[in-house]
């Protein structure tokens, strides 16, 4: 006879489940009434779930609120940057190729998820909460960041690029995009007020330009040591 599971063990396995509950609900309730219009009780409410069980799993709002923020980032595939650069670089190594995959990437991020209103509500609560867009950047523009840049270091080791700032040209390439991308959607800038490119342009133009700077010649693409 197969014994039964202990109580530990059915409360573990029903764990992420009623986690990924209550992120979802707190998420929509930050995003609807902002941090200080939310507590734990109506996260639970939300979440169908027992106030206990959010303050066991987090122990106060502001932890809920930093779990949210990290789930949030969690679907940005950044691991997938390395893996389709190490592709690339096995095929034609094509840095523009590389490029407009890591656009695609971002814009998808952007419009899958709401990325925007997301923004928007780090933007509201930062000037009350500083660690609000100081955790916001430490999960996800940071980690961001340092995927671009570890990528165009491989690329510069390679010989693909001539980049031997990556973290200053990563910053760069992202101001490039997201300028058009999300800048004008976070402050509700519509075509009357600003001409928004169309996202393969702005990729396009972006690329050229980076590449006008970073890029090399094919004749001279040597590896650099590492």
């Not at 941090?35 to 987090?58: C, P, W």
Request: proline share 6%; charged share 25%; aromatic share 8%.
């Amino acid at each position: 006879m197969v014994p039964a599971p202990s109580q530990s063990a059915r409360q573990g396995k029903g764990r992420p489940r009623s986690r990924l509950k209550i992120l979802a609900a707190a998420k929509a309730l930050f995003l609807q009434d902002g941090y200080d219009g939310v507590n734990l009780d109506r996260v639970a409410a939300q979440a169908e779930v027992a106030r206990q069980t959010v303050y066991n799993q987090f122990g106060s709002k502001e932890a809920v609120f930093r779990a949210v923020m990290e789930h949030h980032w969690s679907s940005l595939p950044l691991g997938d940057l390395l893996t389709r650069l190490e592709q690339s670089l096995g095929t034609d190594g094509d840095p523009a190729g590389f490029l407009r995959q890591f656009s695609e990437i971002l814009r998808t991020f952007i419009e899958d998820t709401d990325q925007v209103a997301f923004t928007r509500l780090v933007i509201a609560e930062s000037r009350r909460s500083p660690w609000v867009s100081e955790e916001f950047y430490r999960v996800g523009k940071e980690p961001l960041t340092k995927a671009l840049a570890d990528c165009l270091q491989r690329l510069h080791e390679t010989g693909q690029i001539n980049c031997p700032s990556p973290e200053l040209a990563a910053h760069q390439f992202l101001g490039l995009i997201q300028e058009f991308i999300i800048w004008p959607k976070v402050m509700a800038i519509g075509p009357d007020v600003m001409s928004i490119p169309p996202f393969d342009v702005v990729v396009e133009e972006g690329i050229a330009m980076f590449l006008n700077r970073y890029g090399v010649r094919d004749g001279a693409r040597t590896a650099r040591p590492v």
